[in-house]
């Protein structure tokens, strides 16, 4: 999973995965990439007010210097190839955030709101998909992420053309995205199959024009309601 994120997002050059532990309610990092140091890749708890922040309000966080955002004494035991920049997405199902995945790099300012709103889309996209895979759906957790970064993509490109190029200022921002709505419903046809007088694959389906409309509202930056 981390793998897949920094590849998503080349400018990460590190990453965690938290999860809440059952016990305690804390945040535990259990997956990492990237580190050296063993305070950052012991299975252990580590803290990080951040991350806390970002599981306590439940939205994500684009910090430019993770120094400037931390407590003196977090600050100073930091370990030494500690984060400068990062980006912090809640792993949320429904009302329930069940961790946090962070990006981040040695950089000052590294990440912009187009990367945030791409890590919200992997995180959307991969937990949709680890629930389908658990059911032995054949639309698993890389075919639901590739969707939801898809469409996450054409929305932002949609929004950055009028507001780059002058020529296009009074163009439909909408419109690129827009396509996304026709397009998915090729691929969700390939996944119905018909089997005697059963169908199957209707629920796959609906799950990925559901993760397609997903991806777009991540990329308009609709957080809430895409939670």
Do not use: C
């Not at 945030?116 to 949709?128: D, N």
């Not at 009028?162 to 439909?172: C, K, S």
């Amino acid at each position: 999973i981390l793998d897949a994120a920094q590849r998503a997002l080349p400018a990460a050059e590190r990453s965690l995965l938290y999860l809440v532990a059952p016990r305690t309610g804390r945040l535990e990092v259990r997956a990492s990439l990237g580190f050296s140091d063993p305070r950052i890749r012991r299975m252990g708890q580590v803290h990080n007010s951040i991350a806390d922040r970002a599981m306590r309000e439940k939205r994500p966080l684009l910090i430019d210097d993770v120094t400037s955002e931390l407590p003196q004494a977090e600050y100073d035991n930091r370990p030494e190839e500690a984060m400068r920049s990062a980006i912090f997405a809640p792993l949320l199902l429904g009302d329930d955030v069940l961790g946090v995945l962070s990006l981040s790099s040695a950089r000052l300012a590294v990440f912009n709101t187009a990367a945030l709103r791409l890590l919200v889309s992997f995180v959307a996209g991969m937990l949709i998909g680890i629930e389908r895979e658990a059911h032995s759906q054949p639309a698993g957790m890389r075919t639901h992420i590739l969707i939801s970064l898809g469409s996450t993509l054409a929305m932002l490109v949609s929004i950055y053309i009028p507001q780059t190029f002058t020529a296009f200022q009074n163009g439909d921002p909408g419109r690129i995205a827009a396509q996304v709505v026709t397009g998915i419903g090729f691929l969700g046809a390939g996944a119905i199959l018909r089997f005697g007088v059963n169908v199957k694959g209707l629920t796959t389906a609906a799950s990925i024009w559901a993760m397609a409309m997903l991806g777009l509202a991540i990329g308009a930056g609709l957080f809430k309601i895409s939670a």
